[in-house]
Structures are given as C-alpha cells and as structure tokens.
C-alpha cells in the first residue's frame, strides 16, 4: 500500500482538506465579526465543529465494509493499478 503513488495522493489530498478546515475553524471568528458584524462568533465556530464532528460519523458510514469503496470512488477516480482485471474465461478441463 505505501508503495502505490495513490497512497500518497489520497494523503495528500487529505492533509489539504483538514489543513483547510483548521484555517477556518481558526479564523471563523475574526472573518464573522470583520465580515458580518457578528459579536457572537464563537457560536459559528461551535456550530462549524459540530458540524464537523457529525460529518465525520456520517461519512464513517460509506467506508463501512460491504462499501468500502464509496467513499474513496467519492473523493479521487481509481488510480490504474486498482481497477479489477477483466475476468478470465474458464474452459472446461479434459475438453
């Protein structure tokens, strides 16, 4: 697995999307009170991460074993190498 250039794309594109996240969650505050005049920027920063949270366990959902592969097939296209190989025909022995 660690030898495969998917790996290090998917983990890639992970640690993206969370450094992303923790910038906003960061600064939600400070864009809520400059932008919108907000005060009570602590309340979108707790609804940001509760949002967060439950979207977490809801995305749990599609890497549950019988769909294991929704979420992946969700966020990137297969790489080459784990397309499934096209069936083998089977002929009959002593035919």
């Known amino acids: 697995m660690l030898r ?19 910038m906003i969650i960061a600064k939600l505050a400070a864009i809520a009170s400059v932008q919108a005049g907000v005060s009570l920027g602590f309340v979108l920063v707790a609804s940001l991460t509760l949002g967060n949270g439950f979207g977490r366990i809801l995305a749990a959902r599609f890497v549950h074993p019988p769909q294991r592969r929704v979420a992946p097939a969700l966020a990137l296209p297969p790489a080459p190498e784990s397309r499934p190989a096209a069936p083998r025909k089977r002929t009959p022995v002593g035919v």
Do not use: E
């Open 4 to 22: 495969t250039p998917a790996f290090y794309l998917m983990w890639f594109v992970y640690a993206c999307g969370a450094g992303a996240g923790l």
